[in-house]
């Protein structure tokens, strides 16, 4: 194992690009939990036996937007409480000494983005928990939800007031992020960041 990692160490300290791929296992070693597992992410609403596909769907936020956006809430609040860890640091450096990098995650906690790597690196391949978009969607509009706090019940993960809305028609916003079943995602944005 020791010479596999030291040749390992070797080649990417001896190459001119750097492509980073990351997935869930990143942000899991920061204290974020894994979403698949909704009994580990969403203890509150284990009892209500929902599976991940139950809870992240573009339907969920026009059928039934209050617990919808408890859910994206409780989410939200989950990830502004972890911090990027030392790898994300360790990775950093090691792009910034190369001619030329690339960041392509599945990770929708923007860590990447807090730890420092430029925007114009990274691909977001399923967006971000931070940006929102409409949940019909109306139009083609995607605005910073970073600011954003919804009061949620902490025992039901239903929201007590106002939901997020469109800032054009009205209507339950959602994150702008791929949900596990999805047809209303806006991925302009995140094809022109795989195409570069």
Not at 98 to 123: C, M
Not at 144 to 149: A, C, E, F
């Amino acid at each position: 194992m020791d010479q596999l990692l030291s040749s390992a160490a070797e080649f990417i300290k001896t190459s001119d690009v750097l492509i980073i791929t990351a997935g869930a296992g990143l942000s899991v070693d920061g204290g974020i939990p894994d979403f698949v597992d909704v009994k580990k992410a969403l203890p509150e609403i284990s009892h209500l036996g929902l599976n991940v596909f139950e809870i992240s769907n573009d339907i969920i936020f026009m059928n039934d937007p209050r617990f919808a956006w408890g859910v994206y809430g409780k989410r939200m609040d989950d990830y502004r409480k972890a911090s990027p860890h030392e790898g994300y640091y360790i990775l950093l450096r090691w792009c910034l000494a190369k001619k030329d990098w690339w960041v392509y995650t599945s990770n929708i906690d923007q860590h990447f983005l807090r730890a420092g790597f430029p925007k114009e690196r990274v691909v977001e391949c399923h967006r971000s928990l931070y940006e929102f978009q409409c949940s019909v969607p109306c139009c083609d509009d995607v605005w910073d939800g970073r600011d954003v706090k919804v009061d949620y019940d902490e025992v039901t993960l239903v929201v007590n007031g106002d939901i997020p809305r469109c800032r054009h028609c009205g209507d339950a916003a959602r994150p702008c992020t791929v949900l596990a079943v999805d047809s209303r995602w806006l991925r302009a944005y995140t094809e022109e960041q795989e195409e570069l």
